[in-house]
């Protein structure tokens, strides 16, 4: 990875995170800046101290991601901040047991469902269940991702639910990475019924 090749993937990223039109897998993480622009910017030195950090582009893919999840605004100094190595290690521990931490989440999520699991998914202008226990972080984004990924609930939240100031924040960062969890969804459905079946 170059500072410019790294720059680009930042600029991508961000994009992807913070605008509703900008997809970055459908663009190929391609933005139009050139190498002139970024040789201008006074940041640029915090591009190449980082290209020297990771040198797979998957892994910077990876480590970029992790800290936006965290803060779409974050900043490329940030980036080289040791709390940005915690984020990226701690993500990496979700993705890499990504079945478990969802089992983990489902229980968490409908534990306290007595009769209807979909008690969690219901909204009449409020937070349903489900939103507040993301929004809270005592379950994993990467869960409640992998739940609308089969459940598809975000546009029903989006119609009924009142706030306007922290529900459009989170749904564009739960589509937006929803595009960078792991999909197999035959195996996450498996996880649910099972714990739906304990219950």
Same mark, same amino acid.
């Given at each position: 990875?170059?500072?410019?090749?790294?720059?680009?993937?930042?600029?991508?990223?961000?994009?992807?995170?913070?605008?509703?039109?900008?997809?970055?897998?459908?663009?190929?993480?391609?933005?139009?800046?050139?190498?002139?622009?970024?040789?201008?910017?006074?940041?640029?030195?915090?591009?190449?101290?980082?290209?020297?950090?990771?040198?797979?582009?998957?892994?910077?893919?990876?480590?970029?991601?992790?800290?936006?999840?965290?803060?779409?605004?974050?900043?490329?100094?940030?980036?080289?901040?040791?709390?940005?190595?915690?984020?990226?290690?701690?993500?990496?521990?979700?993705?890499?047991?990504?079945?478990?931490?969802?089992?983990?989440?489902?229980?968490?999520?409908?534990?306290?469902?007595?009769?209807?699991?979909?008690?969690?998914?219901?909204? +009449?202008?409020? !937070?349903?269940?489900? *939103? %507040? =226990?993301? /929004?809270?972080?005592?379950?994993?984004?990467?869960?409640?991702?992998?739940?609308?990924?089969?459940?598809?609930?975000?546009?029903?939240?989006?119609?009924?639910?009142?706030?306007?100031?922290?529900?459009?924040?989170?749904?564009?960062?739960?589509?937006?990475?929803?595009?960078?969890?792991?999909?197999? +969804?035959?195996? !996450?459905?498996?996880? *649910? %019924? =099972?714990? /739906?079946?304990?219950?």
């Amino acid at each position: 990875m170059t500072g410019y090749e790294t720059f680009g993937l930042y600029q991508a990223l961000k994009l992807h995170f913070t605008q509703e039109s900008y997809d970055f897998f459908k663009y190929n993480g391609k933005t139009n800046v050139s190498v002139t622009t970024f040789e201008n910017r006074k940041d640029k030195y915090h591009f190449y101290k980082l290209s020297r950090r990771l040198a797979q582009k998957d892994d910077m893919v990876d480590f970029i991601v992790a800290n936006l999840v965290e803060d779409e605004k974050t900043w490329v100094g940030s980036l080289l901040m040791q709390e940005s190595e915690v984020n990226y290690r701690k993500h990496q521990k979700i993705i890499q047991s990504m079945s478990y931490t969802f089992e983990n989440d489902c229980k968490l999520i409908f534990g306290d469902c007595i009769l209807n699991p979909n008690e969690v998914l219901i909204t +009449d202008g409020d !937070y349903p269940v489900l *939103l %507040k =226990k993301g /929004l809270q972080k005592s379950v994993n984004i990467e869960s409640v991702c992998l739940l609308n990924n089969m459940l598809g609930f975000v546009p029903m939240w989006s119609k009924k639910i009142a706030d306007t100031i922290h529900w459009p924040n989170y749904r564009m960062k739960l589509l937006k990475y929803s595009a960078f969890i792991p999909k197999d +969804d035959v195996k !996450y459905k498996l996880i *649910l %019924k =099972k714990v /739906l079946n304990e219950n």
